[in-house]
């Protein structure tokens, strides 16, 4: 069967535009090399760094005759334009099977058919399902015997049974880098800089945090929904293909950055180990990226293991602290996390490591959150001092209890996925307005950029580090001067509302329409 996968055009999210970097999808890398190692013609259509607009997308529909098109992401906020290629497909030809994937379709999937012109989502994990799928839609083949789908018939819901996790990732055909338009991806000069690209070892997460989704799409499903149960799991591939796909994408591809896109990248101090002798062994020349767990990072300062990484290229992390106080973490179901800990713990870093680039994610607006407690996180993050803190309005997607609650009890205040940015409040706090919220992250963000720490990251002599204040500045000044004009100029920003319509801070590429 042709085979298309689509990452559709997209407004973009100012710290992440043309002026910097598009990510490249291991979704697609993954589960295009699954398709054609199935034996199926595939084509894989990344929009973001070819700069397509829907005209010329239409027009590639048109030109390769696809039998099947995919799309999906992981991002609530982008579902509809993954609805948008599922209508544009129908249109090109009726007898397209449209096929949703990803964290959002996964558990919005009642929302996504009565919304979009879908035949089949893909729940959870892809690869497996992905093959016996399009098996099942070139041979005749009954859906319903096909684990991990959702699909329509006769006018209803149909969930077949969970499918398990693929235990051995090995076992997988490694990415399809090959369909990509590798040449495109990491052209930015500041931003996971030079030649960024992703790529992953692990999948899963070892914590079921009730505010993030990521973990959700690679948990262990028990039942079916709406009773379905999610269990964390988290699982690695071998550190000797995955540094094969490192030695690949540095010498084949010329990425000298890369960019783990792990839930959770230090989970298992045992296999870190082995990564970074084989890693200081191979002396690939790179510098890298990853998310990192507070108690895990704690470990491995105290073991040495954290120095080795580091003497191997890893230059920026990333660790979630979300909130100042342990009993907050513990009602986020962020577990086994010490705030105390957590917070000494960014500050050796900090220290000992003045080459790597640290950032850090906290949440706020949950329901009790008043002025003063935001404070309190702020001043946390002052005395941490990382290079980056960013601090998100709290977000409940479907799939998460967050969503749950929040549903239940009403507090959503915008329900248009359109709007689910992770920089517009989405509702109030039982004391704070949602334009009270706004003005209140602003406020932490503004007094977090201080002259005097810019100027230090600026002029600091560790180059990844000032390569990264360059960006952070550049695009913090554009993203400062929009949201400033708009508050000045009501005129402009009921301009700018009314022309993006359902975005809230996105950025509308040039190409967009093209």
């Not at 084989?278 to 690939?284: I, M, P, Q, T």
């Amino acid at each position: 069967m042709r085979v298309l996968f689509v990452r559709p055009p997209k407004y973009l999210w100012p710290y992440m535009n043309e002026q910097d970097n598009f990510l490249l999808p291991q979704a697609l890398a993954w589960l295009g090399a699954a398709a054609r190692g199935a034996g199926h013609e595939v084509r894989l259509l990344d929009c973001l760094p070819l700069k397509m607009g829907w005209r010329s997308l239409e027009q590639a529909l048109r030109d390769f005759r696809p039998q099947v098109v995919l799309a999906g992401d992981s991002e609530t906020l982008y579902a509809h334009e993954s609805g948008r290629v599922f209508a544009l497909a129908k249109t090109v030809d009726p007898q397209i099977a449209t096929v949703a994937g990803g964290v959002h379709f996964t558990h919005a999937a009642t929302d996504a058919f009565a919304r979009y012109p879908i035949d089949v989502i893909v729940r959870g994990e892809g690869e497996a399902t992905l093959v016996e799928l399009l098996a099942a839609l070139a041979g005749g083949g009954d859906l319903a015997a096909v684990p991990g789908l959702a699909f329509r018939r006769d006018g209803q819901i149909v969930f077949t049974a969970p499918r398990a996790l693929v235990e051995n990732l090995d076992d997988l055909p490694g990415p399809a880098y090959d369909l990509l338009p590798m040449e495109r991806y990491g052209q930015a000069r500041y931003l996971f800089s030079p030649g960024g690209v992703t790529i992953h070892h692990g999948r899963g997460c070892t914590s079921g945090c009730r505010f993030c989704a990521c973990w959700l799409q690679m948990a262990r499903r028990v039942g079916l929904p709406p009773h379905e149960e999610l269990l964390p799991h988290w699982r690695t591939r071998s550190v000797e293909p995955v540094l094969d796909e490192m030695t690949q994408l540095r010498e084949r591809y010329g990425k000298r950055c890369l960019v783990f896109v792990d839930d959770v990248w230090n989970a298992d101090a045992a296999w870190s180990e082995r990564f970074a002798d084989e890693l200081l062994r191979r002396r690939l020349d790179i510098n890298w990226f990853a998310f990192m767990r507070a108690d895990h990072l704690d470990r491995d300062l105290d073991s040495g293991l954290f120095a080795k990484l580091v003497a191997g290229g890893l230059r920026h992390i990333c660790v979630g602290l979300e909130r100042a106080a342990t009993d907050e973490l513990a009602a986020l179901r962020k577990r086994g996390i010490d705030a105390d800990l957590a917070g000494r713990t960014v500050r050796r870093v900090r220290r000992e490591f003045p080459a790597v680039f640290l950032q850090t994610t906290f949440i706020v607006g949950l329901r009790d959150d008043t002025p003063a407690d935001l404070d309190r996180v702020a001043e946390y993050a002052a005395r941490l001092a990382p290079d980056y803190p960013a601090f998100h309005p709290l977000t409940p997607v479907p799939g998460t209890s967050m969503w749950d609650e929040a549903n239940e009890r009403g507090w959503l205040e915008i329900r248009n996925f359109a709007r689910y940015d992770w920089m517009t409040p989405v509702m109030g706090t039982a004391t704070m307005t949602r334009d009270e919220l706004e003005r209140k992250i602003w406020d932490m963000n503004r007094r977090w950029m201080s002259v005097g720490r810019v100027l230090r990251g600026l002029f600091t002599r560790h180059a990844y580090r000032r390569r990264m204040y360059l960006w952070w500045l550049l695009v913090s000044a554009r993203a400062g001067l929009d949201y400033a004009l708009d508050r000045v100029l009501p005129s402009r920003a009921s301009r700018r509302k009314a022309a993006l319509a359902d975005y809230v801070g996105l950025v509308k590429p040039a190409w967009y329409d093209q």
